[in-house]
């Protein structure tokens, strides 16, 4: 085709959020697959979720701020958002003492880490000890 060009495919955005019980943020390999405070503020607009699981050894602060961001454009304040991290990681805890009057305002949760949460079962092969969390959907 002479004089024909091709463009990519456009990007297909969402006509309106979608609402979770549960929700994953996306990750990779231990790493949240989330670039940059853009992305995590578009995921968390886009995908509003009661509870969201972050699988993470390295998190960014710029996942936390686009959660607080993005929970900001949901209409109904109301709906409680509750973060839980599979790993312990310092800046979560940093990220809760700076944002703690945002996090209550926009009712946001930091629940400890699943590393942090175990339970004890004895079994006839002796006492095992495993992660774990409730989550009341």
Known sequence: LKGAFFTAPPVPHLSRPLFFELATVPHFNGKCSLPDEQSAIEYFT?????????????ISPVVLDGWLTGKKHWLNNGHKSRMIPTRHHSALQAFVTQNAPQLEEYGLVMNSSLEHNTISINTEEGREDYHMIKIEL
Do not use: K, M
Not at 46 to 58: F, G, K, Q
């Open 46 to 58: 886009n995908i509003r979720s009661a509870n969201y699981i972050l699988h993470s050894e390295d």
